[in-house]
């Protein structure tokens, strides 16, 4: 799995939990953002979409 903004890979825990978080747009598709992605964009989701350039509901 990798990150859709630095295109880093993702670690998963032994829970196959991801470090990081999942937004999903407002077509359904899931977008995976890695920890220190998630962290640089103070976990702001709509920072976040602006930046992947998609649209959240
Ligand atoms: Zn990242």
Same mark, same amino acid.
């Given at each position: 799995? $990798?990150?859709?903004?630095? !295109?880093?890979?993702? /670690?998963t825990?032994?829970?196959?939990?991801?470090l990081?978080?999942?937004?999903k747009?407002d $077509?359904?598709?899931?977008? !995976?953002?890695?920890? /220190?992605?998630?962290?640089?964009f103070?976990?702001?989701?709509?920072k976040i979409?602006?930046?992947?350039?998609?649209?959240?509901?």
């Amino acid at each position: 799995m $990798k990150c859709d903004i630095c !295109s880093k890979n993702i /670690e998963t825990t032994f829970m196959s939990k991801i470090l990081g978080t999942y937004i999903k747009d407002d $077509k359904g598709k899931k977008h !995976s953002i890695c920890f /220190e992605c998630q962290k640089k964009f103070n976990n702001d989701k709509a920072k976040i979409a602006e930046k992947l350039n998609i649209n959240i509901k």
